[in-house]
């Protein structure tokens, strides 16, 4: 008996003491588990005003920009990411909103200086309303420490300021511009002006922003406002980099003004030199507070930009860069040439995260600034929010994986408001483009991208084939249904695009 009694409790210790062990082995197996689920990211997102995809090493035959050629062997370029609108603040809009400038009641660049050709005059009480969700503040309600330094450009009254949508702190100008050098900053709330480049000023802030949060988990906007015009000056050492004679993109167009189009490039060049310089500064600061493991980096801009391509420069409210410009109309204006051609509407992006995203890729999914809310959400493990809308998609498959194209056709809208007036709806499938202006008649513009990649040929000039009849019609039924699905305010002008007959 006492035997029998022995042996039930030598069991049941031998019971209790596997348990233990398997109840341990959970634990430990639960802590691994927890390990392997690293947290989110922290983000780093660097935008630049005005440059375009051709200013970079390699693409441009005088463009000097080794650092940003480093971040793309380090990461994913995607050289078809373009900008919905190729002015500053409906871009901007739509990088924080992902909708269109239009439906958040910025069509065109939020003018408060500027002879207005509208009746706009100065849209002094102009912005974005901070009722609207955007990725900054779905991060900063999930733990996020979210700075914002450099431009802004979305309404100067206190209802528009940074700090209502999701900016813990906010360094920089409310406005559209200010000076390359010695700039007037807001910090910290008070105004201050400060000695030296903007593009390094601003670089110095954003490092000692760094410095401040890396125990934190953050988000970090860099806005610079270089390579806007003017584009100088700019430190000697960037201006050398860049050659006295330097090679333009389209020297052969008719009329160009050849000597004010070389003058123009190498300032431009300079400055985005300066950019490059100073995201080295930066991403060496990131390795130094051994932040870059963690760090997801995004390299993009507003929009792209033209000088000499198609007789133009600036961006989507181009100028004529013509010894003799054309007449102009009631609504545009001689000197004026808006435009939606990919040169403005087409942005540099580069990717960097260690570990998940391939390194030295690229990436051929067209990509729009309204897709980075989507894409921000996802990358910080966030649902989307349900009441939101959203007009974008996550790229997120896409930075994962430089086989798979998510998306390849585009549409973009800009009815410009200031220097000309139009009403511009674009749509692309990558093959080919159709521009249609809804307020002036004659200023349509159907181009086949494959053999044509720099729009020189307008298929509207001359008689169409059979096919291209047929796929000018499937484009110009896509921009009238993409204008109703957004209630674009102009669906009600659009009339049916007309070409040569026979």
Known sequence: ???????????????????????????????????????????????????APWAIGGKSPNAVTPNLNALAEQGMSFPNAYTTTPVCSPSRAGLLTSRYGFEVGIDDWINDHLKSKTLTGHQLDLGLSAKLDSWPKRLQENGYYNGLIGKWHLGKQPEHHPQNFGYNE????????????????????????EEGLTVDLLTDHAMDFLSRNKHRKFALSLHYRAPHYPFEPVSESDLDAISKDVDLIHPDYPDLNTERAKKLLRGYLASVKGVDRNVGRLLGHLDDLGLSENTVVIFTSDHGYVIGQNGIWHKGNGFWLLNTPPKGTETIPKGQRPNLYDAVLKVPLI???????????????????????????????????????????????ALKDEDLVVSTDYFAAYSTLHQSITGMRMYSDGQYKLVRDFKNKGRDEFYHLVVDPHETDNLLERELTPAEKMTLKRLDDTIKQKMLDLDDPLSTSFTPVTFKTP
């Open 351 to 397: 990717v960097r995260w260690p570990g998940k995203v391939p390194a030295g890729t690229e990436n051929a999914s067209t990509v729009s600034n309204l897709d980075f809310f989507p894409t921000l959400m996802d990358i910080a493990k966030l649902d989307l929010p349900s009441e939101a809308v959203i007009r974008g998609q996550s790229v997120i498959k």
């Open 170 to 193: 906010f360094t920089g100008f409310l406005g559209g511009g200010t000076s390359p050098i010695d700039p007037q900053l807001l910090v910290n709330g008070a105004s201050k002006n």
């Open 1 to 51: 008996m006492l035997t029998v009694f022995r042996i039930a409790l030598l069991a049941s210790f031998y019971l209790i003491t596997f348990t233990q062990q398997v109840n341990a082995l959970d634990d430990v197996s639960n802590v691994v588990k927890k390990i392997g689920e690293s947290e989110p990211p922290n983000i780093l997102f660097i935008y630049t005003d005005d440059q």
